[in-house]
């Protein structure tokens, strides 16, 4: 188990800032869970700060999927993609995407200023 850091930002259609957020996980097992938290906790801001429609990027192509699957996710991780979509079912319109690794600089760098 080691220490890692999560960062996100949410931008409205425009490209404005709508909130940013960023801190330290202390006992995480790896990569996916560091970003499952990350997502988890965009998606909480999200129910609460966003009214419109939601494009939810990710970096990860093994999380996007997982997040989209359309049967139980049997991994090590199930219980935490299970917590996340229900998240997301809580958000009337959203779409997940994955992005690729220098499109999400941003959320990169408040992740490695928190650590």
């Known amino acids: 188990m080691g220490q890692a ?8 259609s425009q490209g404005q800032v709508i909130f940013s957020s ?19 906790e965009g998606l909480n801001l ?24 359309m049967f139980g996710d049997r991994s090590s991780k199930a219980m935490m993609v299970r917590h996340v979509n229900d998240l997301i079912n809580k958000l009337r319109e959203i779409e997940i995407l994955h992005c690729k690794r220098d499109q ?4 990169h760098l408040i992740a490695r200023r928190r650590v």
């Open 104 to 107: 999400n600089k941003v959320s």
């Open 5 to 12: 850091g999560i960062g996100l930002i949410a931008r409205d």
């Open 22 to 40: 960023g801190r330290v996980l202390f006992h995480c097992k790896d990569a996916e869970e560091a970003e499952l938290l990350a997502c988890r």
């Open 46 to 69: 999200a129910i609460q700060w966003v009214a419109a429609p939601v494009i939810f990027e990710t970096d990860s192509l093994l999380v996007s999927n997982m997040l989209k699957a």
